[in-house]
């Protein structure tokens, strides 16, 4: 059991302001997001994060649980949606030429077509409901921050910054 800390300061007014926008933005952003991608492209959400990772993973392929940990998924969600996908030709399930126990997930030719038609209708909603909000503060700041929230202030990972693994500095998209 851990240990509650004995006296904790307050949230100032800013900060207490800032906490309940970032908890609204967590929760709305991403269902407006996704609300425009099933309505123009007839792809939800968590569709469309797996056709990302996989069209930005090396030979766009994934084992399963490395995917369902990128999007954040348990692996019998994940497994639902690459059988969905699948089943449209968007992926393809196989097994690992190292280790025939591993199953790959593979974003095919059509799924990577797919995914390039629907990256507009994503790329507008991110301007609309996200960027276009931000104009005049530091984004490089604000991502850096970003990029540590869930770690404990002043730990060892927020010096290595974006250089730990699974940094996304430098990838195209």
Request: hydrophobic fraction near 40%.
């Amino acid at each position: 059991m851990k240990r509650r800390p004995s006296r904790v300061a307050p949230l100032d007014a800013d900060e207490e302001a800032f906490w309940r926008a970032f908890m609204k933005a967590t929760t709305v952003v991403p269902r407006v997001l996704y609300a425009d991608l099933e309505e123009a492209e007839s792809l939800d959400g968590s569709e469309y994060k797996v056709l990302l990772n996989l069209s930005e993973a090396k030979g766009r392929r994934l084992r399963m649980s490395e995917l369902a940990t990128a999007v954040a998924l348990s692996d019998s969600a994940m497994t639902r949606i690459v059988d969905r996908l699948a089943t449209s030709g968007l992926v393809k399930r196989v097994r690992s030429d190292e280790d025939s126990r591993v199953v790959l997930a593979v974003l095919t030719d059509v799924g990577l077509r797919r995914l390039k038609h629907a990256y507009p209708t994503h790329l507008a909603g991110v301007r609309r409901y996200v960027i276009d909000h931000l104009a005049g503060f530091d984004l490089g700041a604000l991502a850096k921050a970003f990029e540590h929230f869930g770690e404990p202030a002043g730990t060892d990972s927020q010096a290595a910054g974006s250089d730990r693994p699974g940094s996304t500095t430098g990838a195209s998209r």
